[in-house]
Nanobody, 122 residues
Framework: VQLQASGGGLVQAGGSLRLSCEASERTSSRYTTAWFRQAPGKEREFVAAISWSGGSTYYADSVKGRFTISRDNAKNTVYLQMNTLKPEDTAVYYC????????????????WGQGTLVTVSS
């Protein structure tokens, strides 16, 4: 499975962005998909995950209530709607997929997209 992340950009604090993660295969609808991010000089961290059906979602405490993960399996695409962005959300955002349930460790994911940069100015 190949993943293509897009939608990053420069936004002011308080603004919104929507990231997309498009998969190359229809069978990707059977994968749990997650977003991770890595800020300069920091470790990669879990942001959100969604089950293959979309029925279950998981969020890091730092984004809960501001970010929403969703998926459209007909389009082989997972989205991350990011609202009320803060400068500390600045990072490269990666989508990842695995054939099992959700996990917060990046080591548990088998497939990764190339990353998309989100910059939030104060």
């Amino acid at each position: 499975v190949q993943l293509q992340a897009s939608g990053g950009g420069l936004v002011q604090a308080g603004g919104s962005l929507r990231l997309s993660c498009e998969a190359s295969e229809r069978t990707s609808s059977r994968y749990t998909t997650a977003w991770f991010r890595q800020a300069p000089g920091k470790e990669r961290e879990f942001v959100a995950a969604i089950s293959w059906s979309g029925g279950s979602t998981y969020y890091a405490d730092s984004v809960k209530g501001r970010f929403t993960i969703s998926r459209d399996n007909a389009k082989n695409t997972v989205y991350l709607q990011m609202n009320t962005l803060k400068p500390e959300d600045t990072a490269v955002y990666y989508c990842a997929a695995r054939g099992w349930g959700a996990a917060s460790s990046g080591n548990e994911y088998d497939y990764w997209g190339q990353g998309t940069l989100v910059t939030v100015s104060s």
